[in-house]
């Protein structure tokens, strides 16, 4: 079954607003990270989060591995901040592969 | 931060014959990985190669595709021969085995005629 599945699938929101993207995970973590993908393809690495919470300027991750959730918060999202945010775990034994979520596409209209 | 560079970062080729793809990864790193994305589709594992060696591919790994990183050189990816259904994005990533964060080159696009 699904093992990663990240929601909502798009969101939508004004230039100001926050966002809240969730990553839901159905086995045992190793690690977890956050990507953004750039409309051309290319992947910016956000946070690398196995638990706890991080901050990076305007975008915190906070993942809970007894909820098996992790996720990423934008505050006073920006027009910038559109485009593809996806979550990837590592499970097992480390090193090994990871499992994409499907994404969520962002849109920050002015 | 690290880098990974992948090259050529786009390559367009006629179905049935031979390409091979470059991953420069992060010096030191020690496990390599393989990811493939169609447009528009989600990325997915293809392989990981650690110490000479495939330690696990998925089904999408089929008998055409092959890894190896000689003498600590490029870590490639080479299809042969390629199929329609080869084109995508392909992703190579490395990590360092200390810990689990796996860094990602820029991507090679592959067109199959």
């Known amino acids: 079954g699904q093992q990663v599945q990240q929601s909502p699938a798009s969101l939508v929101l004004q230039e100001g607003e926050n966002a809240e993207l969730q990553c839901n995970f159905s086995t045992s973590l190793n690690s977890m990270q956050w990507f953004y993908q750039r409309p051309g393809g290319s992947l910016v690495s956000l946070f690398y989060?196995?638990?706890g919470t991080k901050h990076s300027g305007r975008l915190t991750s906070t993942t809970v591995i007894k909820e098996r959730r992790s996720s990423l918060h934008i505050s006073s999202s920006q027009t910038t901040d559109s485009g593809t945010y996806l979550c990837a775990l590592e499970a097992n034994y480390g090193n090994e592969k990871i499992t994409f979520g499907a994404g969520t596409k962002l849109t920050i209209k002015p | 931060g690290p880098k990974v560079l992948q090259i050529p970062s786009h390559q367009i080729i006629d179905m049935g014959q031979m390409v091979t793809l470059n991953c420069d990864p992060v010096?030191?790193?020690?496990?390599f990985y393989w990811y493939k994305q169609i447009l528009g589709q989600q990325m997915e594992f293809l392989v990981n190669?650690?110490?000479?060696?495939?330690?696990?591919k998925s089904k999408l790994f089929k008998d055409q595709f092959s890894v190896e990183r000689p003498d600590g050189s490029y870590f490639t990816l080479k299809i042969q021969p390629t199929a329609l259904e080869d084109s995508a994005v392909y992703f190579c990533?490395?990590?360092?085995?200390?810990?689990?964060?796996?860094?990602f080159g820029p991507g090679t696009r592959l067109t199959v005629l």
């Open positions: 989060n196995p638990s």
């Open positions: 010096s030191n790193h020690l496990y």
């Open positions: 990533a490395s990590s360092s085995g200390t810990n689990y964060e796996q860094y």
């Open positions: 190669f650690y110490n000479g060696k495939v330690m696990e």
